[in-house]
């Protein structure tokens, strides 16, 4: 039956963007938050998990997290020293590169350092990123995790699927060779990271950089330097991350 030509409503509430409103509201927000509190750190997220970023978040619970578009909340700051909105903010506007984020507390320089590298959490990688070991699987039956957990059979189509040449004997999954998911330093793909997913293999590590702060005073303090930034995160963070354009509220 050949489909209706007349006209349909179709909602775009999902793309709707958020507009010149949206990024003033962020403004603002930052606006509020800088004279509320007297430090406004700069941080870098390392492998981007909002489940873990959502907890760090609770751990603070009396700051303010920010993290969304650069130039937005660069503009909240001030890019210069003619247009900062108090003095030496222009500084925190230039460190805002890359998968950065602002955390705005009243919270020691101590605590807040304390805090950030106790918190990391180890997760599955995702493609791109670079691989830190490994991963052979032994030729014979197909065993997963420290506990040597036998595949259920109904997974032999797609592990073969996935690059493994697996055959199903008595009901088992085996190889006749070794077989090497990956290597160190490999740029994992797509098949990589699910069968390093399927074997329990976390090659991810979710962790926050402090990069510097800025206290009320107008002092600007660096407290790592861009090499020390860097790291095996993945390219990016923002495919995780649902606070994009947004505060973190």
Not at 155 to 174: A, S, V
């Amino acid at each position: 039956m050949p489909k209706a030509k007349r006209a349909q409503v179709v909602t775009l509430s999902k793309t709707k963007s958020k507009g010149k409103d949206g990024k003033a509201k962020i403004i603002e927000s930052v606006r509020e938050a800088v004279d509320k509190y007297n430090y406004v750190w700069v941080f870098s997220v390392h492998n981007m998990r909002n489940q873990y970023l959502k907890q760090v978040r609770k751990d603070f619970s009396t700051s303010r997290f920010f993290f969304g578009r650069n130039k937005v909340m660069a503009k909240a700051l001030g890019n210069t020293p003619e247009d900062e909105l108090k003095d030496g903010l222009h500084q925190v506007s230039e460190s805002l590169v890359g998968d950065v984020g602002l955390l705005c507390t009243n919270d020691a320089i101590e605590n807040v350092q304390k805090a950030m590298d106790a918190f990391s959490a180890d997760d599955y990688a995702r493609a791109g990123t670079i691989a830190t070991y490994r991963v052979v699987v032994p030729a014979g039956e197909v065993l997963r995790g420290f506990t040597k957990e036998a595949f259920p059979n109904n997974m032999e189509p797609q592990l073969r699927e996935l690059g493994m040449p697996t055959l199903l004997r008595q009901g088992k999954i085996t190889i006749d060779s070794d077989y090497v998911i990956c290597e160190e330093g490999d740029s994992l793909t797509p098949q990589q990271t699910q069968l390093l997913k399927h074997f329990w293999e976390k090659m991810a590590v979710f962790k926050i950089k402090l990069m510097s702060y800025w206290h009320s005073s107008g002092e600007f303090v660096k407290v790592c330097t861009d090499d020390e930034s860097d790291g095996d995160s993945e390219k990016s963070a923002s495919d995780d991350s649902d606070a994009s354009d947004e505060d973190m509220e």
